[in-house]
């Protein structure tokens, strides 16, 4: 079964443990959101990316869900000797080898997509990694400084100002000219199943769909597309989604992002069981709906959510 994932986050990363231990023998490519990244002391850094290649290739940071294991901070610390800027973002001794080759990749000229297959060949992630482009989009928000507006980087609105100032707008800068990376649409022709991961639907999901070509492709796909509420209960399981939601008008609700993604889009979705009482609202636009636990509190749960997603999946296809 060829299996693709939308994912971000690390939310999207953890998911995709629980799906490759529930259809171990799956065909599994990731189209990864890189709007997050951001350049640092002249290097690239792809969280989204990473988070994926590290957790699915055993060098996660665990308890923090990105970044490495095992980490030292001595080259963060002789940057900070030096009054070098940033210091917000935290820079570990390994995580920064990972950010030095892709660097030095990307200088010689190689496409995001090569590099990240460079860098899998080392973490044997056990999925295809894809970027959603090659091409540079950044998410930057627009903030309230006082009474001036100000963008920043998104990951100076999340990592320096912990989500508190009031976002005003969220903006994909470069996305009209970024193309889907190679191999991304016909990743998507030959699907068998697409799957939304539980990831932020403004940061992570939303840059991916914003991609031209790639909402178009998944509303055109064969194959079903199912996706996971990352909404439990009303409230954000981890990260700042419920402060980004309103800027596209889209309720802090299970079925409010469901209802986001629309019916021309999404054939499924899964609730939380919490958020059982929604799935009539879900239903009723086209899009099949059941309710299931979706906190990812260790692997079996996690893999039973994931197998909830693939037997949706499954229901809808015959339908
Ligand atoms: N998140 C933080 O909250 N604080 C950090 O200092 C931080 C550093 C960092 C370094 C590399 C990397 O790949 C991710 C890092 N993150 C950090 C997480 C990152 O901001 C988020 O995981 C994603 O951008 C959210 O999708």
Same mark, same amino acid.
């Given at each position: 079964? *060829?299996?693709?994932?939308? !994912?971000?986050?690390?939310?999207?990363?953890?998911?995709?443990?629980?799906?490759?231990?529930a259809?171990?023998?799956?065909?599994?490519?990731?189209?990864?959101?890189?709007?997050?990244?951001?350049?640092?002391?002249?290097?690239?850094?792809?969280?989204?990316?990473?988070?994926?290649?590290?957790?699915?290739?055993?060098?996660?940071?665990?308890e923090?869900?990105?970044? *490495? !294991?095992?980490?030292?901070?001595?080259?963060?610390?002789?940057?900070?000797?030096?009054?070098? @800027?940033?210091?917000?973002?935290?820079?570990?001794?390994?995580?920064?080898?990972?950010?030095?080759?892709?660097?030095?990749?990307?200088?010689?000229?190689?496409?995001?997509s090569?590099?990240?297959?460079?860098?899998?060949?080392?973490?044997?992630?056990?999925?295809?990694?894809?970027?959603?482009?090659?091409?540079?989009?950044?998410?930057?928000?627009?903030?309230?400084?006082?009474?001036?507006?100000?963008?920043?980087?998104f990951?100076?609105?999340?990592?320096?100002?912990?989500?508190? +100032?009031?976002?005003?707008?969220?903006?994909?800068?470069?996305?009209?000219?970024?193309?889907?990376?190679?191999?991304?649409?016909?990743?998507?022709?030959?699907?068998d199943?697409?799957?939304?991961?539980?990831?932020?639907?403004?940061?992570?999901?939303?840059?991916?769909?914003?991609?031209?070509?790639?909402?178009a492709?998944?509303?055109?796909?064969?194959?079903?597309?199912?996706?996971?509420?990352?909404?439990?209960?009303?409230?954000?399981?981890?990260?700042?989604?419920?402060?980004?939601?309103?800027?596209?008008? =889209?309720?802090?609700?299970?079925?409010?992002?469901?209802?986001?993604?629309?019916?021309?889009?999404?054939?499924?979705?899964?609730?939380?069981?919490?958020?059982?009482?929604?799935?009539? @609202?879900?239903?009723?636009?086209?899009?099949?709906?059941?309710?299931? +636990?979706?906190?990812?509190?260790?692997?079996?749960?996690?893999?039973?959510?994931?197998?909830?997603?693939?037997?949706?999946?499954?229901? =809808?296809?015959?339908?």
């Amino acid at each position: 079964m *060829r299996i693709v994932v939308l !994912s971000g986050g690390i939310g999207g990363a953890r998911f995709l443990r629980g799906l490759l231990a529930a259809v171990p023998t799956a065909e599994i490519t990731v189209i990864g959101n890189t709007g997050d990244d951001i350049t640092l002391h002249g290097l690239r850094i792809c969280p989204d990316l990473d988070t994926v290649m590290y957790t699915l290739g055993g060098g996660i940071h665990e308890e923090q869900g990105w970044g *490495r !294991s095992g980490e030292t901070y001595a080259v963060a610390e002789e940057l900070a000797g030096y009054g070098a @800027q940033p210091q917000w973002f935290g820079l570990g001794d390994r995580d920064l080898a990972t950010h030095i080759l892709r660097s030095q990749l990307l200088a010689a000229g190689t496409p995001l997509s090569a590099v990240t297959d460079r860098l899998c060949a080392r973490w044997r992630p056990g999925v295809r990694l894809l970027p959603m482009t090659d091409d540079p989009v950044e998410t930057r928000i627009t903030i309230k400084d006082g009474d001036q507006l100000r963008s920043v980087h998104f990951q100076e609105y999340w990592v320096r100002l912990h989500a508190k +100032p009031e976002p005003v707008a969220v903006e994909l800068a470069g996305i009209a000219t970024a193309k889907p990376a190679p191999g991304v649409l016909t990743a998507i022709a030959e699907a068998d199943l697409v799957l939304l991961a539980p990831s932020n639907p403004v940061v992570s999901v939303g840059p991916i769909l914003a991609v031209p070509g790639i909402r178009a492709a998944l509303v055109d796909s064969a194959a079903p597309v199912v996706g996971l509420s990352p909404i439990v209960g009303g409230a954000v399981v981890r990260g700042m989604a419920d402060k980004l939601l309103p800027l596209i008008g =889209v309720p802090t609700s299970a079925s409010g992002v469901a209802l986001g993604y629309g019916p021309e889009l999404l054939d499924g979705w899964l609730v939380d069981t919490v958020d059982a009482a929604e799935v009539d @609202q879900v239903a009723v636009s086209g899009i099949e709906c059941r309710a299931v +636990p979706l906190l990812m509190r260790d692997l079996p749960a996690t893999v039973a959510m994931a197998q909830a997603a693939v037997d949706l999946a499954g229901q =809808v296809a015959v339908a």
